[in-house]
């Protein structure tokens, strides 16, 4: 039964915390108004547990809020750090990082990549967007590119109209600071809620470009970054060509890490699993994350890509094994075999999702939040 599995996710996605020490004008985080919510940590002992069994597993800490601002964050990291086979990765805005703590993380011998969202690449418009200080900034992303134990690190940047101009500088704050790579992200399409912030700055729908709108000046960032060699991550330019933020993670799992990650010769897996999995991928279902991933999101398990649908895989109480096979993801998994579109799915911003649901026409792009 291909609709239960008994190889577990490879990938995890925890969303540590909704608190945030800053409210950027294009977050959802900007109103101040989600609910406090931290991540309790037996969360992070189920995943501990599961890696014993799970040869090469991802954890990638981000979500609603800072990983920064929750309490136990480095003691989430120290957990994660008691696995043997195990790559953890943090987003961050990164300002709350003491030198301290860059020793500690830097460390620690899972945490592979940090990922600094920053968005500008200079004072104003961090002060703009971020709301925060440029120069404390700057000082602490120079600790973290030229600590002598320092691992990946990527800045990025959502593109908006306050910013599309500062891709090249961008590339040249990465290089300044003895980062490794940059990427540019495309803005979600959605309604916002128009803000002015205290030095006059306004941010509302019109800032919003698309991401066929930038792709030109991606690609010109991405030839800027290798005369500088800066890797600019041009996954996102295969995503951008099809307009859709998911078809990005969609090609990047599909297309890279998935093929890693379904490793089917791997020596570590039993002969069994490899059965297993050469089955699921003869049967060709119209997509594999819910055979390869899971993430926790304010109260429960769901798909990562489902975060905003309300239901969570097995109730609230669901442990992660309980979660991974509970009849809820057996339905979602049986559909996507008869290439039926689950209700979990969203087809506004998944191109799988949209082609298996043959009712959708005009919404896209649409996402409310
Ligand atoms: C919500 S944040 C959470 C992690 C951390 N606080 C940070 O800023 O990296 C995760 C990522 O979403 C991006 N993001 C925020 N608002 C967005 C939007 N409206 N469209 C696209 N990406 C957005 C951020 O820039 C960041 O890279
Ligand atoms: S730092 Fe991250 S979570 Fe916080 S407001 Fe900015 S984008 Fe949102
Ligand atoms: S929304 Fe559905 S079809 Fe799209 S990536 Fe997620 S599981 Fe796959």
Redesign the pocket.
């Known amino acids: 039964m291909l609709n239960t599995v008994n190889f577990n996710p490879r990938r995890i996605l925890l969303d540590p915390t909704s608190v945030?020490?800053?409210?950027?004008v294009?977050?959802?985080?900007?109103t101040g108004l989600d609910p406090i919510y931290h991540i309790d940590m037996k969360r992070v002992d189920e995943l501990v547990e599961m890696s014993k069994s799970e040869p090469g597993m991802l954890v990638s800490l981000t979500g609603?809020?800072?990983i920064l601002c929750h309490p136990q964050w480095k003691e989430m990291l120290r957990r994660l750090d008691t696995c043997d086979n195990l790559t953890s990765m943090f987003?961050?805005?990164a300002l709350l990082l003491k030198d301290s703590d860059i020793d500690f993380c830097w460390n620690l011998k899972n945490l592979k990549v940090m990922h600094v969202?920053i968005d500008a690449a200079n004072a104003e418009s961090y002060r703009n967007i971020?709301g925060g200080d440029f120069n404390k900034l700057k000082k602490i992303l120079s600790a973290l590119g030229f600590h002598p134990k320092a691992k990946a690190l990527r800045m990025s940047m959502?593109v908006m109209k306050e910013n599309v101009n500062q891709m090249k500088d961008f590339v040249d704050l990465a290089v300044e600071v003895g980062f490794h790579a940059v990427s540019f992200q495309a803005i979600f399409n959605r309604p916002y809620t128009p803000i002015k912030t205290p030095k006059g700055f306004v941010f509302d729908n019109s800032q919003v470009l698309l991401a066929p709108e930038i792709e030109d000046r991606v690609v010109e960032a991405a030839e800027y970054g290798k005369k500088k060699h800066l890797f600019v991550d041009t996954e996102q330019l295969g995503y951008m060509k099809d307009k859709h933020p998911i078809m990005f993670w969609h090609k990047f799992f599909f297309d890279t890490w998935l093929k890693k990650a379904m490793d089917i010769t791997s020596g570590e897996r039993e002969e069994d699993e490899k059965s297993e999995i050469r089955s699921l991928l003869k049967a060709r279902p119209a997509c594999l994350r819910p055979w390869t991933e899971l993430s926790h999101i304010d109260e429960g398990w769901r798909v990562c890509c489902m975060q905003f649908h309300d239901s969570v895989l097995g109730g609230k109480d669901a442990t992660l094994q309980e979660a991974w096979n509970s009849p809820q993801m057996q339905r979602i998994r049986d559909e996507l075999l008869n290439h039926k579109c689950p209700p979990e799915c969203d087809p506004v911003h998944c191109e799988i999702a949209a082609k298996l649901d043959t009712k959708i026409t005009d919404k896209r792009y649409h996402r409310k939040f």
């Open positions: 945030c020490n800053l409210r950027c294009q977050c959802h985080n900007a609603k809020g800072d987003y961050t805005n969202s971020r959502t």
